[in-house]
């Protein structure tokens, strides 16, 4: 069941600030789900064509988008996708010179930066979809 919360007379009525506020979240998790997505999509990918592009679209979009969470538990899930993408893309910069000495190096360095990517993020998604905060450490 559904309730109009716009209805001044519904028992769930809220006032425009709440409703604005509510709507202003909404968007907010929209977009941090999108960006999860097209973070853990890149990472499955990392040497692939699209995989280091949309890294940096993510990242782009995710600092651009932070301070519109700020305040809010969605915050600090920007914080954690800003943070797992920078690490990530300079593990796989230093781990670029074992591409050249033989194939194997190079190749299980990777295999295990994106699993360790890909952890991060599915992390983030589960805490995301249960409501809670990233727990950062300063």
């Known amino acids: 069941m559904t309730y109009d919360f716009n209805r001044p007379d519904s028992p769930y009525a809220v006032d425009?600030?709440?409703?604005?506020?509510?709507?202003?979240?909404?968007?907010v998790g929209t977009i941090s789900y999108v960006l999860h997505l097209i973070v853990a999509v890149s990472a499955l990918i990392p040497g692939g064509q699209f995989?280091?592009?949309l890294l940096i679209a993510a990242l782009v979009l995710d600092m651009v988008k932070k301070?519109?969470?700020?305040?809010?538990w969605h915050h600090s899930h920007f914080q954690w996708r800003i943070r797992t993408v920078i690490?990530?893309?300079v593990l796989y910069l230093v781990t670029v010179p074992l591409w050249f000495l033989l194939l194997f190096p190079g190749w299980l360095a990777w295999i295990?930066?994106?699993v360790w990517?890909?952890?991060?993020?599915v992390t983030g998604f589960m805490r995301m979809n249960k409501g809670?905060?990233?727990?950062?450490?300063?």
Not at 117 to 121: G, M, P
Not at 132 to 138: C, D, G, N, P, Q
Request: charged letters at 15%; hydrophobic letters at 45%; one cysteine or more.
């Open 67 to 72: 301070d519109s969470a700020c305040g809010t």
């Open 16 to 27: 425009t600030v709440d409703l604005a506020k509510l709507n202003t979240l909404n968007t």
């Open 87 to 89: 690490i990530a893309a």
């Open 117 to 121: 990517f890909l952890y991060r993020i």
């Open 51 to 53: 995989g280091p592009v």
């Open 132 to 138: 809670l905060a990233m727990e950062i450490s300063s």
């Open 112 to 114: 295990c930066i994106s």
